[in-house]
Every structure is written in C-alpha cells, then in structure tokens.
C-alpha cells in the first residue's frame, strides 16, 4: 500500500481542497492512505474534532487527521492524531501525540539547511528525509544529507506538503496491505516502509554513486525551478504593463 504522508486540507490557513477532494485525487494517484497535517494556527479542539470527523468520512482512501505547527521556527507533524493536542514545550506535546497513538515527525529538514535542533530531534519518531514539495526536495529524488539527522530510532520518510491538486505527485511510503488507519501508523511507527518516488524506490541511506546523483539533482533542482518561475514572473509583468497602456 502506497501512504502519502503529509498534506493540507481546507481547515489549514494554506490549504485549498476538502478532505473528500484531497483523498479523490490521492486515490488516482495510487494511494492507499494519506496523513493530514494541518496548521494548528486556524484550529482548535472544537475544529479539530471536525477534520477528523470528514477524514474518517472519507471512502476513496484511509484518511488521518493529524497536526502541523512550529515550536522555536521548526515545524513538527503529528500524524495520525485522533484527538487534538495542544502545548508549548515540544517534548513534552510530542509524549502526549504518542499517547494519543500519533506519530511525531520533523518536517522539511532541507528548509533548515539540515540544521535541526537537538530538542525537536529528540521529540521526533520520524524524519522528513524527503519532502516532494517544489520548494524543497523536489519529486525527483532525496537529499542524502537528510540522513545525517537519523538516530537508531527515527524512522526516514518520504512526504509531499501537498497545499493544493497542483502538488501532487507519486512520492510516498509503500507498507504491507492493511485494512485499517491504526495499522498504517503501526506500519511507519516500525519502519517496515520503502521511500517511492517515479524513479526511486528506496529502504537506506543512498551511498556512493546513487548517492552522488542525488546530491546533484539537489544543487540543480532549485536553478531548474528559478528558470520557469522567472518566466511566469516576466510574463505576469508584462500583462500589468498591457493592462495599465
């Protein structure tokens, strides 16, 4: 089963499709199950218990409700989170999302420069060593620097940070079939997962020549993606400058 891990909702401040639509479109990509993460700024307890109201709703895939906020500029999710939880010391939210039967995760590590500090590493079961986004790792491939930041216990993962239909793409987690939400997080909690992308199918730290390409596609990418937005940009310009003649 392919799990997408990481995406927004309407009841984020960022997000742009229903839960209903978010798991409509995750089910043609191939997706089994999707972890929401929401910002917690445009939630509350009474809301929350909304979202997940609408996430288990949802027929065309598993869906879970889950949590994204910041402590200290550092983004954590809790995936998975069937209640809401709230706290401003990480350590100690990230025991009780695990006492809820969430699973903690530092998000976009690559947004840090890979430098995370020790206390959000600590409250963290699991590392984003992915994150399919444009603006960070892109769909193509991993940053094996993302690595350096595992422990024996974390567990690498590969997300999207979908916001809205145009984010989305084939990366993920492939598990073992299982037929209900609590197995999923069961699944990732143990590690017993694969990072897949279009072209990237992977259970490890990339090393050598794999691991080189990587790193390159990670120092292109963004130049890659500078050319076309620059384009757009002009092209946006232009129609200002037409629309005041």
């Given amino acids: 089963m392919r799990v997408l891990l ?5 009841w984020s401040y960022d997000g742009f499709l ?8 995750a089910a043609r990509r191939g997706f089994g199950a999707v972890l929401v993460s929401d910002h917690v700024d445009t939630l509350d307890a009474d809301r929350y218990a909304r ?22 500029g550092y983004h954590v999710c809790a995936f998975g989170l069937p209640e809401w939880v709230d706290g401003t010391d990480v350590s100690e939210w990230a025991d009780a999302v695990r006492a809820a039967g969430g699973l903690v995760s530092c998000a976009h590590p690559i947004r840090y420069r890979h430098r995370v500090p020790p206390s959000i590493l600590d409250a ?21 620097r993302s690595w350096t930041l ?17 984010d989305m793409n084939s990366v993920g987690v492939v598990i073992a079939d299982v037929h209900v939400p609590e197995a999923v997080v069961d699944e990732i909690r143990a590690g017993r997962l694969e990072l897949v992308g279009p072209l ?11 691991a080189a390409v990587f790193g390159a596609i990670q120092h292109v990418r ?9 384009f ?14």
């Fill in 222 to 230: 963004p130049l890659a993606w500078a050319v076309p937005v620059a």
């Fill in 124 to 144: 963290a079961d699991l590392v984003e060593v992915w994150n399919a986004h444009r603006r960070y790792n892109g769909a193509m491939a991993p940053d094996p």
């Fill in 6 to 10: 990481h995406a927004h909702t309407r």
């Fill in 200 to 210: 990237v199918r992977i259970d490890r730290r990339p090393r050598g020549a794999r």
């Fill in 18 to 25: 229903t839960p209903a639509e978010l798991g409509a479109k």
């Fill in 150 to 166: 595992l422990t024996p216990r974390h567990v690498a993962i590969a997300s999207q940070d979908v916001h809205r239909a145009r």
């Fill in 232 to 245: 757009y940009r002009l092209l946006r310009r232009l129609q200002r400058v037409r629309a005041r003649a």
């Fill in 51 to 72: 979202l997940v109201e609408e996430c288990r709703a949802v027929r065309d895939v598993m869906m879970l409700a889950g949590l994204e906020r910041s402590f200290d």
